[in-house]
């Protein structure tokens, strides 16, 4: 059973390719052997689906992440009103 955490923010993860999904299954292996829980946050779409093909999605811990939908705007952008509107 895991007495840890560890975090792994792929935000800034440019290219995806199987070489990314080793590294990322053999931190995974090497958290498990140190006790420790990896759960990966901001993964980019591609190594999403790189790990579903490799069988590894459901091992590895993904984060959910949000998208926003088609017409959606993303958060912290404010709708315009009138000015004769009250304050939400």
Same mark, same amino acid.
């Given at each position: 059973? =895991?007495?840890?955490? /560890?975090?792994l923010?792929?935000?800034s993860? &440019?290219?995806?390719?199987?070489?990314? @999904?080793?590294v990322? !299954? +053999?931190? %995974?292996l090497a !958290? +498990?052997r /140190? #006790?420790?829980?990896? +759960?990966l +946050? &901001?993964?980019?779409?591609e190594?999403?689906?790189?790990?579903?093909?490799?069988? /590894?999605?459901?091992v590895?811990? @993904?984060?959910a992440? &949000? *998208? =926003? *939908?088609?017409?959606?705007? =993303?958060? #912290? @952008? *404010?709708?315009?009103? %009138?000015? #004769?509107d009250? !304050?939400?």
């Amino acid at each position: 059973m =895991p007495t840890g955490t /560890l975090f792994l923010d792929l935000a800034s993860l &440019r290219d995806a390719d199987v070489a990314t @999904v080793d590294v990322v !299954a +053999r931190l %995974e292996l090497a !958290a +498990r052997r /140190l #006790g420790l829980e990896l +759960r990966l +946050r &901001r993964v980019p779409s591609e190594l999403r689906e790189l790990l579903d093909l490799a069988g /590894l999605a459901d091992v590895l811990r @993904v984060e959910a992440s &949000r *998208e =926003p *939908e088609e017409r959606e705007q =993303p958060l #912290g @952008v *404010e709708e315009e009103r %009138e000015l #004769g509107d009250p !304050a939400a």
